[in-house]
């Protein structure tokens, strides 16, 4: 008999806030009600056929010490898996370790309590749960950084690349002692939040950079693991065509900003056997995100042309950005107001006017032309300039901040 599991990932619950509006009924982000109803939806899944074990690839929060309101919609999913006596694994992702210290995951609070059939996986370590058809193991690799396995004086003076060669020096011996461990005879799932050097990134390499570490896809594929469950990257994707193991990451069950536009959004269902999974992605109707992309400058009437262009989509319901493109001489012909208007309907929107310039000026007037710019200054402005990017913009410059510590960018030139 198979073991039915459900696979789902990188839910960051409180994320993509300003995608979203105030809900008059509840007080509540909408984009907040967004995620918990999707996040509904795969614990509905897992509780009607029932799944045998749900596994979770990480990053529950955007950080690990989320508002105790969002802390409590995500227990109040995970706890009816507990009632329906469905056990589960929790693995710690980037977003939900303190960057200080250990055991203090934002998700290490579901061992302290002993919910049963709740599993933390917040290290390197092999969990043998009993389901109803049957034991099935888990090997746990939680988000590693440098200080999971390397000490301070070990790093210094060395670049990313050669601390991240040292990481995989480490952790080698480690996973394959764990590995040596593992009994032959059941089903054995690797669980890891990580990227691995095959991926095709999404969000997550802005909300990461300069922080983790890329992991071989050759110290996953193992003849003793039959499914690796991952989580990290945003996009849905199987690492190895040939699917022995299948090296799965879900991706994220709801867009966490515009990146993610035009991915499909959704979990993994799996059906486990010693040496056998059939797995299918199963997507989950999550809110569309539409830009809307225009270049009047050459327009008579770029009014017209604007309106024009949002009429071409349907944006009821729908998280809209309108970037509209013109030169300065055309600013007084467009109403904005009349935008306004337009975008209505959508669930929510932003407008974005760009300047086309017509002579070779910079594209950042405060960048000027000096030929020598501070880079952290040029990101700086860079930054300033992009509404989008405003979420992320402190975790972006913090990163640039530890890469130019690391010479890095010097290195490349920049
Ligand atoms: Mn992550």
Same mark, same amino acid.
């Given at each position: 008999m198979a073991i039915a599991i459900l696979h789902l990932s990188d839910i960051h619950l409180g994320s993509s806030f300003t995608h979203g509006r105030v809900n008059p009924d509840t007080g509540t982000n909408t984009r907040l009600e967004d995620f918990v109803n999707t996040l509904s939806r795969c614990i509905d899944r897992a509780i009607e056929e029932p799944a045998d074990l749900v596994l979770f690839g990480g990053d529950a929060f955007p950080d690990a010490t989320p508002p105790p309101y969002i802390q409590e919609?995500?227990?109040?999913?995970?706890?009816?898996?507990?009632?329906?006596?469905?056990?589960?694994?929790?693995?710690?992702?980037?977003?939900?370790?303190?960057?200080?210290?250990?055991?203090?995951?934002?998700?290490?609070?579901y061992r302290t309590l002993a919910v049963p059939g709740f599993h933390v996986g917040d290290g390197i370590a092999t969990h043998r749960i009993s389901t109803r058809n049957g034991d099935v193991q888990v090997l746990t690799l939680p988000w590693l950084t440098r200080s999971t396995l390397l000490t301070r004086p070990e790093t210094e003076g060395h670049s990313l690349a050669e601390v991240n060669a040292l990481l995989i020096d480490r952790l080698r011996p480690v996973l394959e002692a764990e590995i040596r461990r593992l009994d032959a005879n059941i089903p054995t799932i690797l669980l890891g939040h990580l990227m691995v050097d095959r991926a095709t990134l999404g969000a997550e390499r802005f909300l990461a950079v300069g922080k983790g570490f890329t992991i071989p896809i050759s110290l996953l594929i193992r003849p003793e693991i039959d499914y690796v469950a991952l989580g990290h990257v945003h996009k849905h994707q199987n690492l190895n065509p040939a699917n022995n193991p299948p090296v799965v990451y879900p991706g994220s069950i709801e867009r966490v900003d515009f990146s993610e536009e035009k991915e499909d959004k959704g979990y993994i269902w799996l059906e486990l056997e010693k040496g056998k999974a059939n797995w299918e992605f199963c997507t989950l109707p999550v809110r569309p995100?539409?830009?809307?992309?225009?270049?009047?400058?050459?327009?008579?009437?770029?009014?017209?042309?604007? +309106?024009?262009? #949002? $009429?071409?989509?349907?944006? *009821?319901?729908?998280?809209?950005? =309108?970037?509209?493109?013109?030169?300065? /001489?055309?600013?007084?012909?467009?109403?904005?107001?009349?935008?306004?208007?337009?975008?209505?309907?959508?669930?929510?929107?932003?407008?974005?006017?760009?300047?086309?310039?017509?002579?070779?000026?910079?594209?950042?007037?405060?960048?000027?032309?000096?030929?020598?710019?501070?880079?952290?200054?040029?990101?700086?402005?860079?930054?300033?300039?992009?509404?989008? +990017?405003?979420? #992320? $913009?402190?975790?972006?410059? *913090?990163?640039?901040?530890?890469? =130019?510590?690391?010479?890095?960018?010097? /290195?490349?030139?920049?």
């Open positions: 919609a995500f227990a109040a999913q995970f706890r009816r898996l507990a009632d329906a006596d469905i056990p589960a694994v929790l693995l710690v992702g980037n977003h939900d370790q303190h960057s200080q210290g250990t055991g203090g995951a934002s998700l290490c609070i995100f539409r830009t809307i992309e225009v270049d009047v400058s050459q327009s008579e009437e770029p009014q017209v042309a604007i +309106l024009n262009a #949002i $009429a071409k989509y349907e944006i *009821e319901e729908t998280v809209v950005r =309108l970037i509209y493109k013109l030169r300065s /001489e055309q600013l007084d012909e467009i109403d904005t107001p009349a935008l306004h208007q337009a975008l209505q309907p959508s669930h929510t929107y932003t407008i974005r006017p760009e300047l086309v310039s017509q002579l070779a000026t910079p594209r950042l007037p405060e960048l000027g032309a000096s030929s020598r710019i501070d880079p952290f200054a040029a990101l700086q402005a860079y930054l300033g300039n992009r509404d989008d +990017l405003r979420e #992320i $913009a402190a975790e972006m410059l *913090e990163a640039a901040q530890l890469l =130019l510590e690391e010479d890095v960018l010097e /290195e490349l030139g920049a």
